[in-house]
């Protein structure tokens, strides 16, 4: 299995534009985790999703950041417009369901620079 | 509420040396305790998990790690460290009841060094 795939692996942006970030979880695997990660804040859950259904999103930043799964495959995240604190590393995982034993298998990330 | 502390921002060992990287949680209920490394530019790799049973569990590239519930601790360990196990380590912790959401502490960055 090629693992968690995510495209683009580096984004940069300017302010104001739309961001879509794209991952492709294992094949099987029936829960999709979209996390962010930077130096000041560390790795923040942004939302889940279980059987494609978002689950908790609590950790949205605010309404300009979306989540979609439009089937087992494939999830975006998007970000309109984009904001410079918006830099920041995103990932994907995903793991077998949603229980809480089993780990979680991430992306490589997409590296996200807003200017 | 559910947390995870890496009371360490950076660990340094000589290599050959046992190493430890700390990890104490707070979680009402029973807690699922996980290790993951993160490599420069790449995203996190699972290292091992406790869940129930033996409290000392053994997981990837020869690491394992001490589940102690009186202390509220799972320290990460190794007898002899390698160069190549310099990376970050997260510890994170889950709840039985809270299904996938997972807390991560902030991160242990470990060097060692030749």
């Known amino acids: 299995d090629a693992g968690v795939i995510q495209s683009p692996r580096h984004e940069v942006t300017e302010m104001g534009q739309e961001v879509t970030l794209r991952c492709k979880p294992i094949s099987g695997h029936n829960s999709l985790f979209w996390y962010r990660q930077t130096m000041m804040r560390g790795l923040e859950l942004l939302i889940y999703f279980n059987n494609n259904v978002p689950i908790d999103d609590s950790g949205m930043p605010e309404d300009r950041f979306s989540a979609k799964m439009p089937n087992a495959s494939f999830s975006t995240l998007k970000i309109q417009p984009s904001e410079p604190r918006d830099s920041a590393v995103y990932f994907c995982?995903?793991?077998?369901?949603?229980?809480?034993?089993?780990?979680?298998?991430f992306g490589p990330g997409t590296r996200l620079t807003v200017l | 509420a559910q947390s995870v502390a890496q009371p360490e921002d950076q660990v340094n060992v000589a290599e050959g040396n046992p190493l430890t990287v700390k990890c104490t949680y707070s979680v009402s209920g029973n807690p699922y305790l996980f290790w993951y490394v993160q490599y420069p530019n790449r995203g996190l790799q699972f290292l091992l998990k406790?869940?129930?049973?033996?409290?000392l569990v053994k997981g990837s590239y020869g690491f394992e790690a001490e589940f102690n519930k009186s202390q509220t601790s799972f320290h990460l360990k190794k007898p002899s460290a390698l160069v190549s196990d310099s990376a970050l380590y997260f510890c994170?912790?889950?709840?039985?009841?809270?299904?996938?959401?997972?807390?991560f502490g902030q991160g242990t960055e470990l060097s060692v060094k030749p």
């Open positions: 994170a912790v889950r709840r039985d009841d809270q299904g996938g959401k997972l807390i």
């Open positions: 995982a995903s793991s077998l369901s949603q229980s809480s034993y089993n780990e979680q298998f």
């Open positions: 406790y869940i129930t049973g033996d409290n």
